[in-house]
């Protein structure tokens, strides 16, 4: 197992968040979700963040909170766009290994389906989802250390993959 810490990243409805747990209690290691984190701080749920400040202001506050994380090993699990930021990847590429959590557009798109608490999915079309999933594709890939396709895959299963892997 690897002494540094493991970044989770990947499109909403991947399993970012569900998958991270279960590889904390696998691991031990403690765990932290940049979308929580963020919540904490500023002490507004996402959702609300976005109406009122836009997501400019929301790309800046989710850095900060990635750029300051603790250096203790952790399982960190992010928003799906924090990949959208150069100094973001960069950052994600120095400092552990980053798994990307590949997704099948039908299944998060299932799994999103009566989502109502995420602003960017917010009065889009499916077609516009997708294209906003092709658009990341190669931003998840040029930050991630490997790949993996939780499609078809339990969340039991996928961490059982990520801890082969470390
Ligand atoms: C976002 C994904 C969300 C959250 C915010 C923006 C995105 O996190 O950070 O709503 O841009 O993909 P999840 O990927 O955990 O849903």
Known sequence: MTKKSIYLIGFMGAGKTSIGKVLGEKSGLPVIDTDE???EYSGVPIKNYFEQFGEERFREKETEILLNLTDTPSIITTGGGIILKEKNRKFLKESGRVVFLEC????????LKDDLTRPLLKNKSVEEIKDMYEKRLPLYLDSASFTIDTSDLTIEEAAEKIISRM
């Open 104 to 111: 099948k557009p039908e299944v998060f798109l299932e799994r």
């Open 37 to 39: 984190r963020f919540e």
